[in-house]
């Protein structure tokens, strides 16, 4: 299975699991849109770098959470900073990645807490707005308006989870 059809069939589970109208369904529908963005962001992230699938089965092993939301808060910000030069921007991301990257890290944080918060309550409508955010992320992952962007991005994901030195 293709990671593209790993997210969107993450995506059709998630929305699944929303009329189960429970608490465990609507912490598992947060949680599963999360991990349907971050396999989008991974594969679309490795079609960009990589020309070889075996470059790119390598790659998706090494990105990691923790530095795929820092790398996103970064990429989220309206002006261009330290850490998006380091990753190759001149220029400011595109409106369009500032929001996909503030909707990851929304997910990241909306799964943190709906996998580890044990007394915090979830709704429907939390789980769809999330269910919303990973939508959005995978449509621009398949169609990103600023393809330069998302390699930058990709590039900034991929290096900080390594710690490799990017300058």
Known sequence: MSQANLAEDLIQAAEQLVPLRTEAA????ISTAYYAAFHGLIDASCE??????????VARR?????EMRAAALHFSDAELNDEQRKCGRSSPPSERLREVCS????LFEARERADYVVEAAHTAT???????YAKNVLDYCNDPDDGSGLTALAVCMLMKSRQWRLR
């Open 62 to 66: 090494n990105f990691n959470h923790r």
């Open 126 to 132: 939390q789980a769809r707005s999330n269910i919303g």
């Open 103 to 106: 909707n990851f890290v929304d």
């Open 26 to 29: 609507f912490r598992r529908a």
């Open 48 to 57: 960009r770098l990589f020309s070889e699938d075996v470059h790119r089965d």
